[in-house]
T-cell receptor, first 117, second 109 residues
Framework: NAGVTQTPKFRILKIGQSMTLQCTQDMNHNYMYWYRQDPGMGLKLIYYSVGAGITDKGEVPNGYNVSRSTTEDFPLRLELAAPSQTSVYFC????????????????FGQGTRLTVV | KNEVEQSPQNLTAQEGEFITINCSYS?????LHWLQQHPGGGIVSLFM???GKKKHGRLIATINIQEKHSSLHITASHPRDSAVYICAVSRGSQGNLIFGKGTKLSVKP
């Protein structure tokens, strides 16, 4: 199993450019997440999705957009890149059944290191 | 105050030492996760627990729900254990994790 796959691994963007970070998982997980990791800080939630067609904002959504057209894919779009978006981005997925509490293992991608100059 | 606090922030140990990393949280949770992140690498789940104790090889994780505290122990530490260890809790209907800032462990040969 590939698990959670993120591309690209590294990217340098100029201020004002746009890009899409790709994330795909092959575990049929219904929940998917995008986090960013900044030096000395815990990971912060950008957006999440509880299933195809359903997305919602996390703690730090400004400057980002997402879509979830399929169970497998959850791309993160950066419009008008800014230096404040320099970070390492992680996609993650997990599975939750019905109204059960979220107590299943989370699976993470390898991360995308983005620098905006 | 962060909802998830880890200590210590940095830890240097000699090979073979017993290591403990602590995690305290201030919110109700459905589960607590211990994660490992190697330099430049991805994040791997080590444990997920909601009560008691779990063991995998040389790693042991415990949680005390009443005290809102968890510990990660590494027995007979090895240089390959050098990594950042992250405590995270899951709560709420959206299931996202709330992360501590991590503990950077360096094990010297």
């Amino acid at each position: 199993n590939a698990g959670v796959t993120q591309t690209p691994k590294f990217r340098i963007l100029k201020i004002g450019q746009s890009m899409t970070l790709q994330c795909t998982q092959d575990m049929n997980h219904n929940y998917m997440y995008w986090y960013r990791q900044d030096p000395g800080m815990g990971l912060k939630l950008i957006y999440y999705s509880v299933g195809a067609g359903i997305t919602d904002k996390g703690e730090v959504p400004n400057g980002y957009n997402v879509s979830r057209s399929t169970t497998e894919d959850f791309p993160l779009r950066l419009e008008l890149a800014a230096p404040s978006q320099t970070s390492v981005y992680f996609c993650a997925s997990s599975y939750r059944t019905g109204g059960a509490p979220m107590n299943t293992e989370a699976f993470f991608g390898q991360g995308t290191r983005l620098t905006v100059v | 105050k962060n909802e998830v606090e880890q200590s210590p922030q940095n830890l240097t140990a000699q090979e073979g030492e017993f290591i403990t990393i602590n995690c305290s949280y201030s919110v109700g949770i459905s589960a607590l996760h211990w994660l490992q992140q190697h330099p430049g690498g991805g994040i791997v789940s080590l444990f997920m627990l909601s009560s008691g104790k779990k063991k995998h090889g040389r790693l042991i994780a415990t949680i005390n729900i009443q005290e809102k505290h968890s510990s990660l122990h590494i027995t007979a530490s090895h240089p390959r254990d050098s990594a950042v260890y992250i405590c995270a809790v899951s709560r709420g209907s959206q299931g996202n994790l709330i992360f501590g800032k991590g503990t950077k462990l360096s094990v010297k040969p």
